[in-house]
């Protein structure tokens, strides 16, 4: 067969030509006045890409019917409830269960003790569904508990999930030195290492950034500083360095822009994989994405189905090994039934229906998108560097280096004009109120554990969440 190419009866058209010819039609504007707009960390988005850098990518085979871990989100404060909300996700699709720990039950299931957690995961074959821990300070005493309940299923693919430098950024305070909290976890996961070599010790994650309001660049630098210290400290409890960053799980955000949350997905290996090859490992990543609860709006929930299918789609697109897609009522309350099952299905459609997982890394080669992955790539590694020379991501987030860079970008998103649909666009004005659960939180609660080290507590800015929506249904 011959090849007929079309563009071969065609002169060559120079990018100065084509400009000279678009600015004709701007009157008076420049170009990058008129056609070039930036995001909130100041990167470039063009309106044409022709050519685009190379980026590593991820070309893993993925499993074609089940391409990724399907994870809910478990945060009812009744053990008892929690239990039935896990054993009827597992029946209906999902893979995993994220548990949000709180003996308090003001955020979590309340759950001070491993018989507590035994109640909650009681009917759950760990040895088949992964269970994921939240447990902030707590996580150290969870994970033992998650490894005790499991002493029979050796290789169980535990989430243990430690992850005290978010608990400090978020709350801006800890029981102690933070450094001690670190060196608590890392030595109780290398222990657990010891016994159930499949677990994943660790959450490096910047999702504490983006909900406080931060960008993809700053939430991707903290995301790396995290896994550079908790390598450290896993390799000082005596993990070898491929152990150390085999057993870290990466935590990225997504939300409503899926363009953007392709990329930050993607960036965030190439971050990874810069970050191994700096220290003489071969590890594939492991990414748990979770859906973004900034970008929730109270008024008109009904929208938020829209906002939390995008960033699905940017998940499943980017390449992620867990998605954890919240409920549409999440800013209200905690999820009804009704809730949690269209959280389920959602991902669902988006693996069965979609087939979003049967091509591997599918933003591969598209210019605009390898483009975007570079810069937040860049940025965020700039920012990674920037951490590290304050002496790391504790000393960078007591010093308030941290929070001045996410307060920066987080005024700059409440500054711009924002078109909100259901709040500040398109409001339902027939809109009727949507039901949640509203537990009576004092009947659960449960005396809180020594969380106590030894040493001066330390202290930072909080990281505290916002919703970009709560000033706007406010007014």
């Given at each position: 067969?011959?090849?007929?190419?079309?563009?071969?009866?065609?002169?060559?058209?120079?990018?100065?030509?084509?400009?000279?010819?678009?600015?004709?039609?701007?009157?008076?504007?420049?170009?990058?006045?008129?056609?070039?707009?930036?995001?909130?960390?100041?990167?470039?988005?063009?309106?044409?890409?022709?050519?685009?850098?190379?980026?590593?990518?991820?070309?893993?085979?993925?499993?074609?019917?089940?391409?990724?871990?399907?994870r809910?989100?478990?945060?009812?404060?009744?053990?008892?409830?929690?239990?039935?909300?896990?054993?009827?996700?597992?029946?209906?699709?999902?893979?995993?269960?994220?548990?949000?720990?709180?003996?308090?039950g003001q955020?979590?299931?309340?759950?001070?003790?491993?018989?507590?957690?035994?109640?909650?995961?009681?009917?759950?074959?760990?040895?088949l569904?992964?269970?994921?821990?939240?447990?902030?300070?707590?996580?150290?005493?969870?994970?033992?508990?998650?490894?005790?309940?499991?002493?029979?299923?050796?290789?169980?693919p535990?989430?243990?999930?430690?992850?005290?430098i978010?608990?400090?950024?978020?709350?801006?305070?800890?029981?102690?030195?933070?450094?001690?909290?670190?060196?608590?976890?890392?030595?109780?996961?290398?222990?657990?290492?010891?016994?159930?070599?499949?677990?994943?010790?660790?959450?490096?994650?910047?999702?504490v950034?983006?909900?406080?309001?931060?960008?993809?660049?700053?939430?991707?630098?903290?995301?790396?500083?995290?896994?550079i210290?908790y390598?450290?400290?896993?390799?000082?409890?005596?993990?070898?360095?491929?152990?150390?960053?085999?057993?870290?799980?990466?935590?990225?955000?997504?939300?409503?822009?899926?363009?953007?949350?392709?990329?930050?997905?993607?960036?965030?290996?190439?971050?990874w994989?810069?970050?191994?090859?700096?220290?003489?490992?071969?590890?594939?990543?492991?990414i748990?994405?979770?859906?973004?609860?900034?970008?929730?709006?109270?008024?008109?929930?009904?929208?938020?189905?829209?906002?939390?299918?995008?960033?699905?789609?940017?998940?499943?697109?980017?390449?992620?090994?867990?998605?954890?897609?919240?409920?549409?009522?999440?800013?209200?309350?905690?999820?009804?039934?009704?809730?949690?099952?269209?959280?389920?299905?959602?991902?669902?459609?988006?693996?069965?229906?979609?087939?979003?997982?049967?091509?591997?890394?599918?933003?591969?080669?598209a210019?605009?998108?390898?483009?975007?992955?570079?810069?937040?790539?860049?940025?965020?590694?700039?920012?990674?560097?920037?951490?590290?020379?304050?002496?790391?991501?504790?000393?960078?987030?007591?010093?308030?280096?941290?929070?001045?860079?996410?307060?920066?970008?987080?005024?700059?998103?409440?500054?711009?004009?924002?078109?909100?649909?259901?709040?500040?666009?398109?409001?339902?004005?027939?809109?009727?109120?949507?039901?949640?659960?509203?537990?009576?939180?004092?009947?659960?609660?449960?005396?809180?554990?020594?969380?106590?080290?030894?040493?001066?507590?330390?202290?930072?800015?909080?990281?505290?969440?916002?919703?970009?929506?709560?000033?706007?249904?406010?007014?």
């Amino acid at each position: 067969m011959s090849v007929l190419s079309l563009a071969d009866d065609f002169p060559p058209a120079p990018r100065e030509e084509w400009l000279s010819l678009v600015e004709k039609t701007l009157k008076g504007q420049t170009f990058d006045e008129a056609l070039v707009s930036r995001t909130v960390n100041g990167l470039a988005i063009q309106p044409l890409y022709t050519e685009a850098p190379t980026n590593p990518r991820d070309l893993r085979t993925r499993d074609a019917a089940r391409p990724w871990d399907l994870r809910t989100l478990v945060a009812h404060p009744d053990p008892k409830q929690a239990n039935a909300e896990i054993l009827k996700d597992l029946e209906q699709g999902a893979a995993s269960v994220l548990i949000r720990i709180d003996p308090t039950g003001q955020n979590g299931v309340a759950v001070a003790s491993a018989d507590d957690l035994a109640r909650v995961l009681d009917g759950v074959l760990l040895d088949l569904a992964p269970v994921a821990l939240e447990a902030g300070f707590l996580g150290p005493k969870a994970a033992d508990w998650l490894a005790a309940l499991a002493k029979g299923a050796p290789n169980a693919p535990l989430a243990l999930h430690m992850d005290p430098i978010s608990a400090f950024a978020r709350t801006g305070a800890a029981p102690g030195p933070t450094e001690s909290h670190l060196i608590s976890a890392a030595t109780v996961g290398a222990r657990l290492h010891a016994i159930h070599p499949r677990a994943q010790l660790m959450l490096a994650s910047g999702t504490v950034v983006h909900e406080a309001g931060g960008g993809e660049a700053e939430e991707l630098a903290v995301m790396s500083a995290a896994a550079i210290a908790y390598a450290r400290a896993l390799v000082r409890a005596g993990l070898s360095m491929e152990d150390a960053f085999g057993s870290i799980t990466l935590g990225v955000s997504v939300d409503g822009e899926y363009f953007t949350g392709v990329a930050k997905m993607r960036a965030a290996k190439v971050l990874w994989a810069r970050l191994t090859a700096a220290c003489g490992v071969t590890v594939a990543p492991t990414i748990e994405a979770r859906s973004s609860h900034r970008m929730l709006t109270k008024k008109d929930p009904w929208t938020n189905l829209l906002r939390l299918t995008a960033a699905g789609f940017a998940a499943a697109v980017g390449g992620a090994d867990a998605v954890v897609l919240g409920a549409y009522t999440d800013a209200l309350g905690l999820p009804t039934t009704f809730a949690r099952r269209q959280a389920r299905n959602t991902q669902l459609v988006l693996m069965e229906e979609a087939n979003l997982g049967r091509v591997a890394d599918p933003a591969g080669g598209a210019a605009y998108l390898e483009t975007l992955t570079d810069q937040i790539a860049r940025a965020a590694w700039g920012g990674f560097q920037a951490i590290e020379a304050e002496g790391g991501l504790i000393e960078a987030l007591s010093k308030g280096e941290v929070a001045k860079a996410v307060f920066a970008t987080r005024d700059a998103w409440l500054a711009r004009p924002q078109k909100i649909l259901g709040v500040t666009a398109f409001p339902n004005a027939d809109e009727k109120p949507v039901e949640v659960e509203t537990p009576d939180v004092a009947a659960f609660a449960k005396a809180v554990p020594e969380l106590r080290i030894p040493g001066p507590a330390a202290a930072c800015p909080a990281l505290t969440p916002m919703r970009l929506a709560a000033a706007h249904e406010e007014a």
